[in-house]
């Protein structure tokens, strides 16, 4: 699938009037936010739509008070992006879209609140994603390179035994049965107040070895795979700006003051970790 062409889907929900950062700035929607003077969604949209892969673009849940926003308005006049209303969670959200989405493309999932996306960042992913042989792939940031980029910033670390990484809000869905992980995904959300449920969807055995950081990636990606019915890869990003989204006023100050500072980047010579993870064979 060199070069295959995606749609793309960005999710642009909020989480209503009590949201942190729309509440912090004063707006009704988080997508709305500014960062260096353009609304966050405006600058994803930027970066996804500069991609030479990426086709198609269809905005998820954007409110409409976001949407007529003069600003907001002015900008997606004339473009050619579809829209689509958002669900109660993302994965609900993306499986109401998913349906209407043609299943002849791949499709990218990123976020309105990724600020510090860029071409080169989706470009990277992409490409990586394409070479995992994978149905389901989803994009992990080495912390070491988050935390290069940004000491101050606070982010949902997961340690496993060959390193510890972060998400970074970005998903590909290869094939048609890569698309059945997002079921797998919405029963977790269901779950998340309830660790006992998780647990036991997770099994003991995957559990003990996460405890005791004896689980690899290679072992997450297969226990996902096997869970999901669909063979799920990762790919390792070596830029640590790609985990840095904004979730709370502290994030926003953190991707102000990184917006313009961080141009694009090679992966280097000290990358260590690889740049995919095709599916595992076996729970290592």
């Known amino acids: 699938m060199e070069n295959t062409c995606f749609d793309a889907m960005v999710l642009a929900g909020s989480r209503g009037p009590g949201d942190p950062v729309a509440s912090h700035a004063g707006m009704v929607s988080k997508a709305m936010v500014p960062v260096a003077g353009t609304p966050m969604l405006l600058r994803v949209l930027s970066a996804v739509e500069s991609c030479p892969r990426v086709a198609r673009i269809v905005v998820v849940g954007l409110a409409e008070d976001a949407r007529r926003d003069p600003i907001i308005e002015r900008s997606l006049a004339g473009k050619p992006y579809g829209f689509h209303p958002g669900a109660g969670s993302p994965a609900a959200s993306v499986a109401g879209a998913l349906d209407d989405m043609p299943g002849d493309r791949p499709i990218l999932v990123t976020t309105a609140?990724?600020?510090l996306l860029r071409p080169d960042i989706v470009e990277y992913f992409l490409?990586?994603?394409?070479?995992?042989g994978a149905d389901a792939v989803v994009g992990l940031v080495?912390?070491?390179?988050?935390?290069?980029i940004s000491g101050q910033t606070r982010r949902t670390v997961t340690r496993l035994r060959d390193g510890a990484v972060c998400g970074c809000n970005l998903f590909a869905f290869l094939t048609a049965q890569g698309r059945d992980v997002v079921t797998f995904w919405q029963q977790m959300e269901r779950h998340r107040k309830h660790p006992a449920r998780i647990a036991r969807m997770l099994g003991a055995k995957t559990l003990l070895k996460f405890v005791f950081r004896r689980l690899t990636l290679a072992g997450a990606m297969d226990r996902l795979s096997k869970l999901g019915g669909a063979r799920v890869g990762a790919v390792l990003l070596p830029f640590g700006e790609a985990a840095i989204d904004v979730d709370t006023p502290a994030d926003l100050a953190v991707v102000e003051s990184l917006a313009g500072n961080l141009g694009p980047q090679s992966p280097g010579k000290g990358f260590q970790s690889g740049s995919r993870l095709n599916p595992p064979t076996s729970g290592s």
């Open 142 to 148: 080495p912390f070491e390179r988050v935390a290069a």
């Open 127 to 132: 490409g990586a994603a394409e070479g995992t």
């Open 113 to 115: 609140d990724h600020a």
